[in-house]
């Protein structure tokens, strides 16, 4: 199997298991209790969501970090093959970015009966993140290839990667209304059941099989369109037969 | 050897033809005369080469010819088709160019068209039916083959020249009736071998009865063509008739005319694929929206404060009509504006401030901001407002157009970029007010059509109506 085939079956895989725990999720996970831990929930049911919702998210930190490592990377070596995972940090942070800023609103719309919470610190802090990555995506798109953009976009980038410890620890540093998420530290009487636990490490592992195929098959993309740049200008150089 | 002897003769035949010409013109750049009383005509089967000293107003004639620039005296005149028309004269009277082919000195083109688009939106500017193959055939030719769905902004400098000399000379050639070629600088950026394309291009046209204006310091492209004109720094003409060898190129075969709506067709396919104007819009009117929310908390829902109330409800939708419109930035770029004013005549500034309409933000808007912000206020009051917020909603697209048209104007100024446009769009402030005075009304009193100041209708009424003027003040008056 090479390499671009191995991106499309580790794409179709994650998507396979995504759509695979969305409905185990839906039918059969286990249901929160009404009141846990000193706070009760409005609309318990409702936080089946959050298979997907936090797994994008956890996905999204990942974009960002790729995305991080093309800027610093770009930095230092000028290297096509920095650029090629700035531009997939780029593209995937958009892709997960959606996914966060979509599926929480749901949830909120049920839990809260407001789609979204202008004075919580960790939404807003993901939809400039994902504003971020859109912007580099446009940006990148509608300007001349030259290495000043490349410089300036990295810059943006490397901007970018200093929201997501921001957006991590949000929910820990400002205490609003976004739950905090507690994984490690969840216990039989703190945090998540151990069931609701597993099940969304399965998701999020199922969702990484689909980020490390959209990677994969980004990267290739992205290569290949940089050899087709080199390919056009070359032909630009020969000029007219 | 047959069809050539006839293509000789027809070219004989039509070369006596005049397809352009200029009388008497005078053109000011400020307190100094550019032009002062120039005639000139261009016929059909001739290259004609415009030289002289840098400041010597070729390129201030040849887009004068183009009807870009307002004129003191004289007038520029068509022949080409059955009956002479006005392209541009000093009394403000305004036609098109539809069918010549335009290259500025500077690309005329925005960065977000691709190339083959550009080409074929040339040609359909210029009424000429779609013929894909065709137009492939002559990227190839060009060596722009490979590059036909790059973007414009992609390109290096030297094959943007050639994008935007073939998107003036391809439509001519596609064009069966003689037709007129205005070129600046042509060869500007051009390696040798694409200058070799130019001057075959420029005989071949010249063969088919077209006629072409070059400005050029270019020697190589004197040696095209027929007759060299020289204009001297006082505007005297001089003209010098010669005899060019050049070897003629291969031109594709006419093809038939056919109307398109292009302008429309390209603002939306560039926001389609840059959506500046939506992302522009919104934003802004998103965070106008959460400031409004923040405020509303803080506000008691009774009738004392529902003008403030109406205010913080209609200020968002208000932001998306004033943001600066992407057509007019798209239309900034490289003098992109002034070739489609010169290919789209009399009317491009209302079809420009049109395009920069705010269509679709406003509706939403202006219903999300209710929500949001009506709160626990009554359900009789909410639902008569519900009613007829999409009326204010209308209001604010209308605003948008006007806003537009203001932004037009500030654009149209040479350095757009150091004037503070936005003090110009405080004037918009007004209909805004009567919009809120309106809403006021409905909320305290619900709907109403008397037809009596102070009340809704009316005051919708006057703020449409402002509206209304002030954009055909700032369409109108800057068209002479």
Redesign the interface.
Known sequence: MDFRESGYALTYLGLAGIVFVSILGLEYAPGLKPCTGGGCWGAPEAYRILYLHVPFAWCSFLSFSVLFYGSLMWYLKRSEEAWVYFQSGADLGVIFGLGVITSGPIWASAEWGRPWD?GDMRLNSFALLT?VA?FLL?SR?????TQQTRDTLSAVGLFGFALVPITAGATTWWETTHPEVLVVESTETVGMSPDVRSFLLISFGLMCILFTGLLLLSNKRYRLAAEVSD??NE??Q???? | MEPLKRRLLVADIVSARTLLSARGLVVDRGSRKVLRGVDFSLSGGEVVGLLGVNGSGKSTLLESLAGLHPMSQGQVLRNDRSIETTVRDSEGQRGDITGFGLCLQTEGMS??ETVFERIRGACRVAGRADNSKALHQILS???LG??AE??I??L?GG?RRRVAVLSALVPVALNSEPSVVLLDEPSEGL????R??LLGWLRALAQRGHGILVATHDPEVITACDKIVTISETSELTSEVQHSKLEIANLPEPCSAESHMELVTWACRLER????DT?GRG?PALVAL?LA??LSTDITRSSENYDLLAALTLTPAFITAIVTPAIIKRLSEERAGDWWRAMSGAGSRGWFSIMGVSLILPIPMIYLSWYVIAGDISSTMNSDVMLWLWLFAFVIIDLSVAASALHLMVSDLTRSGAVAGILLQLVLIWPFLQMTSALTSIMSNGMSFELALGQPFVDIAIAWLTVVLLWAMAVIIPED
Do not use: F, M
């Open positions: 202008w504003a859109l446009y798109q509608s300007q001349p290839d390919r056009k032909l630009d020969e000029g007219i037969s | 960065g977000d030719e060009w060596g490979h590059r790059d973007r902004c992609k290096s094959l390696d040798k071998s694409s070799g394309l694929r840059n959506p500046i992302i934003v959460l929310y923040t």
